[in-house]
Structure formats: C-alpha cells, structure tokens
C-alpha cells in the first residue's frame, strides 16, 4: 500500500464527510453509532487497501463503504431504534431506504450536512473549549492524541471532555436546521467564534509541536471556507474571518521554525512568508467590505493585512494598526487586546508611552498569568536601557512559559538583558 | 380519519440498475410528499414475486396464484378522509407509470 496515497489527511478529512452524512441518517441522537460506522469503514479500508491497492478515488470509496455499512444497520435496528425523525419511516421500509440514504450521501449535499453538524457542535449549552473540541473531531476528523497535543492537555483528560460534550450533544436531540434564517444568523457568531479559537490555538497555541499548529490553523481555514460558501453562512464577517486566518497564516512559515522554535515580528524572515496567502487574505478582506457590519475580525484581518504590507518591521505603519486597535477595543474590549495596542504604541511613541499605555489597562490584573504581559513590558523596559528592570520581568515571563518554545524564546530576552 | 391499505398489483419489475434506481427515486418521492401531507400511516413494504401457499388440507405449493398483472407487489397504510380522497391519492403512485395499479381498501372496523 502506498502510505502517500491513504495519508492521515484524507482519514481526517473523509471523517468529517462521513460523520456528518452518517448523523443525518442515523439522527443526533445516534452519534456514537455514526463514529462507530467510520470507524468500521476504515478498518475495512485498511484490510482492503492492503490487498488490492488503494482505489483511484479513495474517498468515493469510503463514502461508498460507510453508505453500505449505514443500509446494513438501518435494515438490522428499524425495529429497535428510531434514526433521523426528519425522515420518519422513509428509513423503516424497503420502499424507500436505499434511495432515502443514496440523497443523503450525494456529495452535493454534504457540505449542508458538515454545516448541520458544526452549527450543532456549537450549542450554547456546551463551553467554549467542549464546542472547540467538537468541532476538531466531528467536524476536522482529529484525534484524541491530535487535539490533547493541540491544548497541551492529556489524552485521558481530552477523552472525558469529549464524551460529555457528545453525551450532551446527542441528549440536544436534533440537527441544528440551517434552513432556517433566523435561526442560522443567531447560532453563526458561535461557529465562528469556535473556528477562530481552532485557529488561534494552532497560531498562538501552548502545543510545541509545530505540525499540530499548522494542522488547527489550516483545518480553521478549511471550515471557514466552507461556511463562506453557504448562502448564509456567507456574510462580511464570515469573509473577514477568512481574510484574517489566511493572512495571520501566512506568517507561520517564519514564526514558528520546524523544531517549534518562536520569532517575533520584529525577528521574523519577511521573505519566508506565504505571498500566495498574502493575496488570498486581502481577497477576503477586501470582499468583507460590504454591508453595515464592522466585526472584530474585520479589524483584525486588517492589523494583519497592515502586516503584511510591510517587507521590514520598520516600515510598518504604525499609526494605522494604534488607530485599528482602538477601533478593536471599542468593539471587542479585552486586556490582551490593550497590551497589544499598547505594544503598538511603544513602536509609535517610544517605550515610555508604550509603558504608560500598558499601566493604564483597566483590567490588568487579569493579565498576571499571562507570560506575554510580563515579556511586554520586560521588552519596553529594555529599550528604555533599564536591563535589570527588564531582566526581572523576563523571568516573571519565564515563570509562566507554557511550553519549551515560550521557554526558548524568553531565554533569549534574558541572555539579551545582560549584554 | 379511516385508515385504507393500499395494495400495488402488477407492474413490471426489474430493469437495469439506473433504471430501478430511478423508479425508487419516484417511490421516494411519491412517499415523502404523503408523509408531508400527513397521510401516510405506515409506508410497508415491497413484497418478492415469489412465496408459497398454503391451503386447508395443510398443503404447501408454491408461489402465489395470482396472474403477474395482478400480483400484490407491496403495501401501505394511508389515512384519509374518505375512500375517494384516498383513491385520488392514489394517483400519484409510481406503479402506475409501469403498468400496474393501485387497490384501495378500507380497514374494516370490527364492532364487536
């Protein structure tokens, strides 16, 4: 068996296929039956495979497999179970079953069915972590070890997330319905907000292991992409979601190294950054611009977008990115947002200000744990030529470290303060 | 509200894969518009052509007796208002386009 050919992507991305399909036949309720099923089909894709070769189209084939595998249960339990209540009985009787499912797996309507299942992944019952977690693996099709090494969390902890989260889920009943208008506009700022959360840990993440990162920050855009191509789901801040994942990610060449190592900015190699992303992020954003809505992620497509403008660090526009921060603060106001405007202001006005903006933070305490605070103002602290000051806040920054790559990184900033 | 027993006589069977294929999608279709009206009580199910019969003696032959055009080929449970209205529902069926027909039949109600 060629291993290029059946990669771990095309299990992960077909999962996601088959899980939501699968849960449209069986209903929500039957979840654990539907990861059951793909489960079921990948082994025999394994055992298959390994005899006659892996098929020209993989994943027809694996939609086929699960298609079959979803007709043999039906037939089996229409007696003992009740599947999707939107079909009633057409999936108790032989008049109907096989064409019922054969509508189901038509791949035109699959991306419907993988929206149905994120917009339900994203209950306002379940926290933001569980909805996050969801979505990675019914939506993403990752692992348990995948996302325990994307939230720096164990695989046994993950595990008991996860099957309350589903138990949860599967006790909400029924598919979220996204023909519904109103409905879809209420739920939308949740999906969305787990999408960027899934792309904010692949790019800000705690996980030293840089495939991992680039991994959620990819799968982020990918389902992004995927609620932008829905009539709904496509709205200016769906647009600018898109804009901001593609242009934060075209800095991840540079900012993280392969060994998982972390470079500012200021010490990133400009020329390593994905032009092609570049192109694809201001695409977005500039098809963002439209209606009446400013979203945060508007204003934060644009701070990358000001980013990437700039082939040095000195030839950034400072004045635009202090101004889209306070624009930022205004509309999504958060402690980490004021030190990055604050950090913004330091390259505007010189280190003094940028510290005095930093100690006028209103909640600032809440920043405490956050090593960045005490590395930002270590930093200014620097510049300003007062090292020893500055030497102190790096080791407050050191304490917090999360993972050996923060570690690293504000090792440097230390050996930095002594010369 | 009575209940009726549709059951589909005759009709031809088989055909190529697409072509029963497509006459499926028309069963579906014919069966989700009478579960979205409500009339649909229990869609039953397709019946094979062969089987055996049994008689008084305790005799066991085989296959139905009927001629292919009136063979029972399956059966539902509809509601409806009235005989009529559940023959006119009746008209919708995919059956028809195959050469086969529809027998409507009231549920007896026992009184006992």
């Known amino acids: 068996m060629h291993r290029s050919a059946v990669s771990d992507h095309l299990f992960r991305h077909e999962s996601g296929r088959m899980v939501a399909a699968l849960t449209r036949v069986f209903g929500l309720h039957n979840l654990a039956l539907a990861e059951d099923v793909v489960q079921d089909a990948f082994c025999r894709a394994l055992e298959v495979w390994k005899l006659r070769g892996v098929p020209e189209n993989p994943s027809a084939w694996l939609m086929k497999t699960a298609k079959n595998r979803a007709l043999d249960v039906l037939r089996r339990e229409r007696t003992a179970r009740t599947f999707a209540p939107d079909l009633g009985r057409l999936l108790q009787t032989e008049w109907t079953v096989a064409n019922a499912v054969e509508e189901i797996f038509d791949p035109i309507g699959i991306p419907d069915d993988q929206l149905r299942l994120m917009f339900s992944c994203c209950h306002p019952r379940l926290p933001d972590t569980a909805q996050v977690m969801l979505v990675l693996q019914l939506a993403g099709g990752f692992g348990v070890q995948e996302i325990a090494s994307a939230f720096v969390s164990s695989r046994a902890a993950v595990e008991k997330r996860l099957t309350r989260a589903k138990k949860s889920l599967a006790e909400s009943g029924v598919l979220f319905d996204i023909a519904d208008a109103a409905d879809f506009a209420r739920r939308l700022p949740a999906v969305q907000r787990a999408l960027y959360l899934i792309f904010s840990e692949g790019y800000h993440g705690a996980s030293p292991r840089s495939v991992v990162r680039g991994d959620l920050c990819r799968e982020a855009i990918r389902l992004t992409r995927l609620l932008a191509e829905h009539a709904l789901g496509d709205a200016p801040s769906t647009r600018a979601l898109c804009a901001l994942m593609y242009l934060d990610a075209a800095r991840l060449p540079s900012r993280l190294d392969a060994s998982g190592e972390l470079n500012s900015l200021f010490d990133q190699d400009r020329t390593r950054w994905d032009r092609d992303m570049i192109v694809a992020g201001r695409d977005w954003l500039e098809r963002s611009a439209f209606g009446s809505e400013i979203s945060r992620y508007h204003v934060e497509a644009g701070i990358a977008a000001v980013h990437a403008a700039a082939s040095r660090f000195e030839d950034t526009d400072w004045n635009a990115i202090v101004a889209l921060y306070d624009t930022l603060t205004s509309i999504a106001p958060s402690p980490v947002i004021a030190l990055n405007r604050a950090i913004a202001v330091a390259q505007l006005r010189g280190p003094q200000l940028g510290l005095e903006a930093i100690d006028a933070i209103d909640d600032r305490d809440r920043l405490e744990r956050y090593p960045f605070y005490h590395a930002a103002r270590g930093e200014l602290e620097r510049r300003r030529g007062r090292g020893a000051v500055a030497r102190a806040h790096f080791e407050a920054a050191l304490a917090l470290a999360r993972n050996l790559s923060e570690r690293r990184f504000l090792e440097k900033r230390i050996a930095e303060c002594e010369r | ?112």
Request: with cysteine.
């Open chain 2, 1 to 112: 509200m009575s209940e009726f027993l549709y059951l589909y006589r005759g009709g031809q069977r088989g055909g190529t894969p697409e072509q029963s294929q497509q006459i499926m999608q028309k069963w579906l279709n014919w069966m989700k518009d009478l579960t979205t009206s409500g009339n649909l009580k229990d869609p039953g199910q397709p019946l094979e052509g062969e089987g055996k019969v049994v008689d008084t003696k305790g005799t066991v032959t085989d296959g139905p007796f009927a001629e292919a055009k009136d063979l029972v080929g399956g059966f539902s449970l509809v509601e409806a208002d009235s005989l009529a209205r559940a023959a006119e529902l009746a008209r919708g069926c995919p059956i028809l386009e195959v050469g086969g027909f529809v027998e409507v039949r009231p549920i007896m109600k026992m009184d006992m």
